[in-house]
């Protein structure tokens, strides 16, 4: 049976571009008969907020989406993680490696000019030779203080993968060239991200992955861990366009309060949320309120604009349209 998952990381509220791409995600699950699993990403662990991961159940919720089975926690199962590390670190893929993000943006050849943009890791700790990692090294000590450990990273050829994404199409990207070796545990002694999702994803069935197309060059990280882990059929990626601020840049705090909790304490209906999610993903041409039924019969994947969306001032003015005078009131009433 096809399958796909709603991943939120509970590092803060779930904001409207989250929403859009969480609704086409479902939308293509219900059109298509995948099952959805709810899986809360919360390894991430200095960034996870208390309380977050049930503000993003309580969001979805609202939406009227829903999941066939979940929410699971990424960690609440580690193990499969560790069996992976074991088997990358046999393979002679893994090092420690104890450099701080200060020293690595010591080491970039061209200063780092692209705020927000990941660094280059440009191989300092790599041995020569490949070797397995003695055990201890991703065994962590439960008792010791944890300042001290190495994270450990995973050797990449420099040579491009190929993603075949079902919106952008084919995608070459050379990781080693980006990113360079990245991280598979951290200092924590904890996955990475890239290593749970792959873990996760091969070993929960997923077929398809839908997610923001900030994240394909994530995929092709991942890509090298399905090859490393002899995982034989990776899922199906559909990479959708972000939503961007009025600034052109990813939509995000500095544009203001998009967050669908907000939204839902001033008594916007959540038919006009997703009446603005359709308008954005080619589904209507004017912003009209809709429930999320109409947006799984009348969303096409073959429709959606192929390029960021921007969320405009008159989209938040259409959303708040009839609420403007009661959120006044509450103003002068001092609420
Ligand atoms: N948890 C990630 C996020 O919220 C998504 C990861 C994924 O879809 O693979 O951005």
Redesign the pocket.
Known sequence: MPRT?L???P?GALHLG?ARTFLINWALARQRGWEVLLRI?DL?SPRIKAGADLGAIADLAWLGLDWDEGPVYQTAELAPCRQAIECLSRAGLLYPCACTRREIEQAQSAPHEVPGQELRYPGTCRPEKAAPLPRHVFTPDPSADGGAAPAIRIRVPDEPVVVHDQVRGVQRINVQATVGDFIIATRAGLPA?QLA?VVD?ARQGMTD????DD?LG?TARQLWLYRYLGVAAPPRWWHLPLLLGPDGRRLAKRHGDSRLARYREMGVPVERIVGLLAHWSGVTARREPMSVGDFAARFDIGRLPGEAVTFTPEDESWLVADHQDSLNRAKTAGV
Do not use: K
């Not at 992955?209 to 923001?212: A, D, F, K, L, Q």
């Open positions: 998952r991943a939120p990381s590092t989250n990403e991430d991200y999702v994803d992955v839908v997610r923001g994240l994530s």
